[in-house]
């Protein structure tokens, strides 16, 4: 399986601000997603993260907000742009091994804006 | 539209009743049905998938298409069960989409 690394495990930004989180896999892949999960719900996609093409984002996410790097297919960053109150939620970098259709799990970072 | 549903929000039960978790889905086409679950304090991890058609953990879960189904299952609930329980769909290639989640709370 899968050992994914997510920096930061949490974080407390002020309104306005920016997050950049990472994501380290420790094997080549080819597929990874961003979700989010607000408090007390379940699993957001935000976006499809494939290395050598744009991202491509779900509907009610914009590149503008939710920025999307993948420069090579072990790592990926996510960035929270202009952050609000409402930006708060666990935000969680997946990996799928295509061979057998599993995705697997960051731990998460935990996102709080004041 | 793609959507998986888990009505129950919170499951509680004893110690070594029987346990079933529902999850309904709609999806046009073939999708792949999976349980994932999220103990306190740890990452989401699969616990099971419908091809496997295996028994993790004392957990069985079958698709049933008729009925357009895969409830989770298991005979006696142990302690150490309780947790978060996502049932979750996709084909493969694309992103996995989730149900709302079941908390699922075992007690002595």
Partial sequence: ?114 | AQRVTQPEKLLSVFKGAPVELKCNYSYSGSPELFWYVQYSRQRLQLLLRHISRESIKGFTADLNKGETSFHLKKPFAQEEDSAMYYCALNQAGTALIFGKGTTLSVSS
């Fill in chain 1, 1 to 114: 399986s899968a050992v994914i690394s997510q920096k930061p495990s949490r974080d407390i930004c002020q309104r306005g601000t920016s997050l950049t989180i990472q994501c380290q896999v420790d094997s080549q892949v080819t597929m990874m997603f961003w979700y989010r999960q607000q408090p007390g719900q379940s699993l957001t996609l935000i976006a499809t993260a494939n290395q050598g093409s744009e991202a491509t984002y779900e509907s009610g996410f914009v590149i503008d907000k939710f920025p999307i790097s993948r420069p090579n297919l072990t790592f990926s960053t996510l960035t929270v742009s202009n952050m609000s109150p409402e930006d708060s939620s666990i935000y969680l970098c997946s990996v799928q091994d295509s061979v057998k259709n599993i995705q697997y799990f960051g731990a998460g970072t935990r996102l709080s804006v004041l």
